[in-house]
């Protein structure tokens, strides 16, 4: 199953299984079901709580907050995630404080999906990774679709937070199949955490690298490369929910070397937040800093040959890894 396949069918069975619960979006009714198909079929079986929206990122996801702070759930959908920095007023200053400023504690049921992230050639306004401008509100979670977490579960998990939470899809993944990796790794899930090895490789890699989801196949390429390159041996630890992040859940999969890589642009970003934590905790044991890999400072180029210099990939990753070995 792809992972779009595997979101949608995430989505009607929150449809079904929840009959307080609505989707909104921009076009995203049959027959459209929305700019990457990922609402298809949803308004044939729920036409009264599949709803279209004007193109209005701001209103739709106010709507979502109000359906939401009324006792329903919400799934509101960003058609490019880039256009959510026009709904951030109705996530940082209502839907984000609305559960906790009234006096006790308010359930909000609210997820916002923002499909992000370059390598697709739609250019500097629709291929930005803007994570890192949600970190640190009170209130409002932060999770990242991935191949190696069903949608279901991830779902669930957001719902039962019962607080605002934004779920970054990165693009690149909707045609990619679910749980599907090269021989040479093998995936287990330890709680929340998606864990990868190189098969047969023991229990003490060279070096961990952290990624979310839409970095992880540019992770696991720089981990083959560098296993047939150079024998180093590498681990992939892949959270689902990226902010808060339950940064002692990754403690017991961390050696001395760590890197977190990400798509954001440098600076404030949710890597330099992971490496502080890390940092915290494993000071006595790294041989170095914990090292952060990301998109060069620059906007996003249409053409596809600029926008691969632009963007981190599996190239920066395995120059990191081999530049923090050598210490």
Known sequence: MRVAENLNAALHALLEDDPTAYVLGEDIVDPYGGAFKVTKGLSTRFPERVITTPISEGALTGVAAGLALTGNTAVAEIMFGDFVTLAFDQLCNFASKSVSMYGERVPLRMVVRCPT?????????????????????????????????????????????????????????????????????????????????????????????????????????????????????????VPSRLYPLDADALLPHVGDVVLVAEESTPGGTWGSEVAHLLHARLWGRLRGPVRVVCSRDAVIPTAAHLEAEVLAGESAIHHAVREALRG
């Not at 909707?174 to 899930?189: G, I, K, N, S």
């Not at 990868?196 to 696991?220: E, K, N, S, T």
């Open 117 to 237: 992230g370059g390598g697709r050639g739609y250019g500097p306004t629709h291929s930005q990774s803007l994570q890192k401008h949600f970190i640190g509100m009170p209130g409002l979670s932060l999770y990242e679709m991935s191949p190696f977490h069903d949608n279901r579960a991830v779902f669930a998990a957001m719902l039962k937070a019962a607080e605002p939470c934004v779920f970054f899809e990165d693009k690149v993944l909707y045609t990619r199949q679910m749980e599907r990796v090269d021989p040479l790794f093998a995936v287990r899930r330890d709680g929340d955490l998606a864990v990868v090895d190189i098969r047969d490789a023991g229990d003490r890699p060279d070096c961990v690298i952290i990624a979310p989801g839409g970095m992880a196949h540019r992770a696991l390429g720089a981990m083959r490369s560098l296993l047939v390159e150079q024998e180093i041996v590498t681990r992939l630890l």
